[in-house]
C-alpha cells in the first residue's frame, strides 16, 4: 500500500533541517524524492500535495548541486509535483532549472511564457528544445532570443511558429546561411516565407537546400526557385556569335587541352568569350546560358558551374576580378565567395547546373 504522508511531516523536516548539516539535507531530499517517485504514481492529489510541500521545503535549503540532481530526476516524470516544478523552473541557476525547462511536462504554457518574457539566454535556451512548443511561446523566444536560441528553435521541429514569428525569424536569418538552409527545411515554413528566404538566399545555399531536403520539400523549393528565376527575367547580355570561339575551344578539348590552366589564361587575360564558351563545354552547358550567368550581376552564381567544371580557385578568383562589369567585385565579396566555394561539393554544382539546363533560366 502506499505511504501516506501526514502534514505533520512538515513540522518534522523544518526542525530536521533547521538543526541538520548540508549533507544531512541533501540525503532527506533524496530519500523523499525515491519514496515519491517510487509509490507516486498511486497517490492521491492531497497525498502529491503533502509531497510538494516537502520537496519545495527542502530545495529551499540545499545547495544548487543537490537542486540540479534533483531537477535532473523530476523532470520526465509525469506526475511530478507542479509546485516544486514550477521552483526549479524558476531557478535563477540554469543547472538547476535547464532539465526542467527542456522536458518537464508539468509546466503550463502561461509560465513558459512568464520565464521566457523575464529569465535570460540560457533559460530561453533551454525551453528553445522542448517538445511541441505552442506559438505563444515561440512568438516571446523568437523576439528575445540571441542567435544560438533562435537557431535552436528552428532546429526544433516540433516547435510551432506562428505568420509573425516567421516573419521575424526569416528577417534575423540575412546573411546567415546555416540559419537560412535550417529554416529552408522546416515543412511548416509557409510558402511566402519560402519564397522570400530563397530570394534573399545565395546560389550556393539555394543549390544545398535542393540537395538535401526531403523529396516533398525538395520539388517545392524547385517550384519557388523556377518562380524566382522566371521573376528575374530572361537574357541580360546581347545576342552574339559565339561561332568562331566556340570551334576553338572545341578542338582545345579535342586536343585534351581543356582545362584549369586553360581557362585561368583566358581569364587573366581577359578573354571573357573564351572563359564563357570553355564553362560551356566542360559543363555541357548551352553557351547563350552561360553567357547571362558570366555577364549578370550575380558573382555567387558564377561559383556554381567553376566548381562543376573542377575549377581551382584562383582560376575562380581571376574570373570575379576580370568580368567586364561595371565596378570590379570588392574584397569582402571575394572573400564570401571564397568561403561558399569551399563549402560548395561537386555534386551539389552539378546537380544545379543541371535544374539550370532544364529550365534554362539564369536569375538577375
Known amino acids: ?51 510538494d ?11 544548487s548541486r543537490a537542486r540540479a540532481d534533483f531537477g535532473k530526476r523530476l523532470a520526465p516524470v509525469d506526475f511530478a509535483p507542479r509546485g516544486v516544478i514550477q521552483r526549479l523552473a524558476w531557478d535563477d541557476e540554469i543547472a538547476v532549472a535547464g532539465d526542467v525547462l527542456a522536458r518537464s511536462s508539468r509546466l503550463q504554457t502561461s509560465t513558459l511564457v ?10 530561453l535556451l533551454a525551453i528553445s528544445g522542448r517538445s511541441n512548443l505552442p506559438e505563444a511561446v515561440t512568438d516571446v523566444i523568437i523576439d528575445r532570443g540571441e542567435h544560438r536560441v533562435i537557431k535552436k528553435l528552428a ?25 537560412t538552409e535550417i529554416l529552408g527545411l522546416r515543412i511548416d515554413l509557409p510558402i511566402k516565407f519560402l519564397r522570400d528566404l530563397l530570394r534573399r538566399a545565395s546560389d550556393a545555399v539555394r543549390a544545398r537546400l535542393a540537395a538535401i531536403a526531403s523529396p516533398e520539400l525538395r520539388e517545392e523549393i524547385k517550384r519557388v ?17 559565339f561561332g568562331a570561339v566556340e570551334k576553338f575551344i572545341r578542338l582545345k578539348q579535342e586536343l585534351n587541352e581543356l582545362d584549369d590552366a586553360a581557362v585561368f589564361l583566358f581569364a587573366e587575360a581577359g ?26 550581376p550575380r558573382a555567387d552564381l558564377i561559383l556554381i558551374p ?3 567544371a573542377r575549377l581551382n580557385w584562383p582560376s575562380v578568383e581571376t574570373i570575379l576580378r576580370n568580368r567586364p562589369m561595371p565596378a570590379p567585385i570588392n574584397e569582402q565579396s571575394l572573400a564570401l565567395a ?21 529550365h534554362n533560366k539564369i536569375g538577375k
Not at 510541500?53 to 545547495?63: F, G, P, T, W
Open 338 to 358: 571564397q568561403r561558399d566555394y569551399r563549402k560548395l561539393s561537386m555534386e551539389t554544382a552539378q546537380r544545379t547546373v543541371r535544374f539550370w539546363q532544364l
Open 306 to 308: 567553376c566548381r562543376s
Open 114 to 123: 512568464e520565464i521566457a518574457r523575464k529569465k535570460g539566454q540560457d533559460h
Open 155 to 179: 532546429t526544433n521541429a516540433s516547435a510551432r511558429i506562428s505568420e509573425a514569428g516567421y516573419s521575424g525569424i526569416v528577417a534575423r536569418a540575412g546573411d546567415d546561411d546555416e540559419l
Open 225 to 241: 526557385l523556377q518562380s524566382i528565376l522566371g521573376e528575374a527575367g530572361e537574357d541580360t547580355s546581347s545576342a552574339r556569335d
Open 53 to 63: 510541500d516537502v520537496m519545495c521545503l527542502l530545495i529551499a535549503r540545499v545547495e
Open 271 to 296: 578573354k571573357f568569350d573564351e572563359v564563357i564558351v570553355s564553362l560551356a563545354v566542360l559543363n555541357d552547358a548551352p553557351t547563350e546560358m552561360m553567357a547571362r550567368l558570366l555577364e549578370g
Open 1 to 51: 500500500m502506499a505511504p501516506q504522508p501526514d502534514h505533520s511531516i512538515i513540522a518534522e523536516l523544518e526542525d530536521a533541517v533547521r538543526t541538520g548539516s548540508p549533507a544531512e539535507r541533501v540525503e532527506t531530499l533524496r530519500q523523499v524524492t525515491n519514496l515519491f517517485l517510487h509509490d507516486g504514481a498511486r497517490l492521491n492529489e492531497e497525498q502529491v500535495k503533502v509531497f
